[in-house]
C-alpha cells in the first residue's frame, strides 16, 4: 500500500486543487491561472519529496505542464475565459521555454566544461594534492580544509562555480572511500553546504545580499567593510555548525585519507591552455563586475575554448550532466510561474503582518522566507520578499526598538542564503546530488537543521548588532 501511495499522492491532491472553485481559496483576487500554479506548485514539491518518478523528470513535468496550462500557446481548452479578470493573465511560452537556457544554466554548463578538463588533464588531482595537504590524513579535518576553501571562494564569486571548481577537486578524494562508506555522504554534502554559507560573507556573495545593499540605503548604509565585519563571523560560526553537524550523521568509516597522490602538473599544450583558461575564469569571476562581464557571461569563455581546441570533444559531450541542467531548468521554471502569476506575491500580501508583535513578524518573516527559498530561487526569493519587507519595515513603528528596517531585511536576507534542503533549492545542491554519493533524504536532514539554525543564529546576531548600536 505504502508503495502506492508514493504515487497517489502527488497526483491525488494536485488534481483535487484543480477542482476546487476559486471561492475555497484563502486569498483574495485568486485567479484560476494561479489555481493551476498551486497545483503544479504541489504536483512537484510532492514528487521531489517522494520521488515516485526521478526528480530531473518532476522538473521537466513542470515545465511541459506550465507549457500546457499557463502559456499563450497552451492546449486551445485550457485558455477560454482568457482576458477575463478570474481568469488571469497567461505566461509567454517564450518565456518557459527559456528556462532551458536560462544565464543559470549557463554557468552550470561553464562550470561543467571546467570540471571535464579539470579531470582530463589531472588538474583536479593536482589540485587536490597541493590544496589539501595541509590538513593532514583525518577525514574530519580533510573535509573542514574542503569547506573553508569553498567558503572562502564563495565569498567572492559565484556558489555554482566555486561548487563546480571544487567538486572537481574533491573526486579523486572521495575516491579513497568504499562505496558503502558514510564519508562519501558527508564529503558531497560539505560542498554545497560551505557554498552556500560562504556566501553570505560579503555583499557580492550571493545575490540576495545584492538585493538587500538595494534597500540598506540612507541611515541604513552598510558597506562593503561593515558587511564583512558582521557577515564573515556568521559564516565562520555557521561553517563550524555544518562541519560538527555533517561529522555527526555522516562520519567516515574510513580513519586516514592518504592524501600522498602521486602525480605532476601536465606540460602539453592543451594542459596548459586548460591551466590557464582555469585560472582566467576563476580570476575573471572574482573581479566581479569590474571587467564589465557578468558570472554568466565568464562561464562560457571555458565552453568556447576547450571547444575550439578540441579539449573537449564530442564524446565528452556525452558526460554532461544534462539531468542536472534538467533539473534546475524545472526549479527555475517553477519560480517563473509564482512570480509572473502573481501567486507569490498574493500569498505574501495575504498575512496581515501588521497586526502581530514585531517578534512574531520577524520570526514569520525569516522562516516564509527560508520555505520559500527552498523551492525557488534564492535571488527571486529574495527579489520578490524584499520591497515588501522594506516597506514594512518602514512602516512598523513597534520593529524600531529591534532595530526597524534593517533588521528585517538582515533575517530575510540570511533567510534567503540558508534554504538548501532540497538538490532543487540551490545550483551547489544540484550539483552535488548529481555526484550519486548523496541521496535527497540525507540533504534534506542537513539543510533543515541548518535553516533553521542558520534563522535563529542570524536572530541573535542582529540582536547583538543592535546592543552594540550597529543597527537602530
Known amino acids: ?146 569547506m573553508l576553501i569553498t567558503g572562502i571562494f564563495s565569498m567572492f564569486m559565484s556558489n555554482t562555480a566555486t561548487t563546480a571548481m571544487m567538486l572537481s577537486i574533491l573526486t579523486p578524494v572521495i575516491a579513497v572511500f568504499s562505496r558503502n562508506d558514510p564519508g562519501r555522504i558527508a564529503f558531497a554534502l560539505c560542498i554545497p553546504v560551505a557554498a552556500n554559507i560562504g556566501g553570505i560573507g560579503t555583499p557580492i556573495g550571493t545575490p540576495p545580499n545584492a538585493i538587500a545593499l538595494k534597500y540598506l540605503v540612507g541611515d541604513n548604509l552598510i558597506t562593503f567593510g ?22 555527526k550523521l555522516y562520519g567516515a568509516d574510513t580513519k586516514s585519507i592518504d592524501l600522498n597522490i602521486k602525480g605532476k602538473f601536465l606540460k602539453t599544450p592543451k594542459a596548459i591552455t586548460v591551466y590557464i ?52 531548468s524545472g526549479g527555475i521554471a517553477l519560480g517563473l510561474a509564482l512570480d509572473k502569476t502573481g501567486l507569490a506575491k498574493l500569498m505574501v500580501n495575504s498575512i496581515p503582518f501588521d497586526a502581530y508583535s514585531p517578534y512574531i513578524v520577524l520570526f514569520g518573516a525569516a522562516f516564509l522566507c527560508l520555505v520559500m527559498a527552498n523551492f525557488m530561487s534564492h535571488t527571486a526569493t529574495a527579489n520578490l520578499l524584499m520591497p515588501i519587507m522594506a516597506a514594512l519595515g518602514a512602516s512598523m513603528t513597534s520593529l524600531a526598538p529591534l532595530g526597524g528596517q534593517m533588521t528585517l531585511i538582515l533575517v530575510v536576507t540570511f533567510a534567503a542564503s540558508l534554504g538548501m534542503s532540497l ?7 544540484a550539483l552535488a546530488h548529481a555526484t550519486g554519493n548523496v541521496e535527497s533524504s540525507q540533504m534534506a536532514k542537513v539543510g533543515v537543521i541548518m535553516g533553521v539554525v542558520g534563522v535563529l543564529g542570524s536572530f541573535v546576531l542582529v540582536w547583538i548588532l543592535n546592543i552594540v548600536g550597529f543597527i537602530g
Request: proline content about 7%; overall charge neutral.
Open 226 to 247: 561593515e558587511w564583512m565585519a558582521f557577515g564573515v563571523p556568521f559564516v565562520v560560526i555557521m561553517m563550524a555548525l555544518a562541519w560538527f553537524l555533517i561529522n
Open 1 to 146: 500500500m505504502r508503495q502506492y501511495l508514493k504515487y497517489l499522492i502527488p497526483l491525488v491532491i494536485p488534481l483535487f486543487i484543480l477542482i476546487l472553485p476559486l471561492s475555497a481559496f484563502p486569498f483574495d483576487g485568486i485567479t484560476i491561472i494561479q489555481q493551476r500554479v498551486i497545483a503544479i506548485f504541489l504536483l512537484a514539491a510532492l514528487c521531489w519529496v517522494f520521488e515516485p518518478i526521478p526528480i530531473y523528470a518532476t522538473s521537466v513535468v513542470i515545465i511541459v505542464l506550465e507549457l500546457l496550462l499557463l502559456s499563450n500557446k497552451g492546449i486551445i481548452f485550457f485558455r477560454l475565459g482568457e482576458g477575463t479578470p478570474e481568469f488571469g493573465a497567461l505566461l509567454s511560452y517564450k518565456d518557459i521555454m527559456a528556462t532551458f537556457a536560462s544565464p543559470i544554466i549557463m554557468l552550470f554548463l561553464g562550470g561543467f566544461f571546467l570540471a571535464m578538463a579539470a579531470t582530463k588533464y589531472r588538474l583536479d588531482v593536482n589540485l587536490a594534492r597541493v590544496l589539501l595537504k595541509p590538513f593532514g590524513s583525518d577525514p574530519k579535518f580533510v573535509m573542514l580544509g574542503l
Open 277 to 328: 583558461t582555469f585560472g582566467l575564469t576563476i580570476l575573471l569571476w572574482l573581479m566581479g563586475s569590474a571587467h564589465g562581464m557578468n558570472s554568466y557571461t565568464v562561464a562560457l569563455i571555458p565552453v568556447a575554448i576547450f571547444s575550439i581546441t578540441g579539449i573537449i570533444n564530442k564524446e565528452d559531450l556525452k558526460k554532461i550532466s544534462w539531468d542536472v541542467l534538467w533539473l534546475v
Open 423 to 429: 538538490p532543487i533549492s540551490t545550483p551547489p545542491n
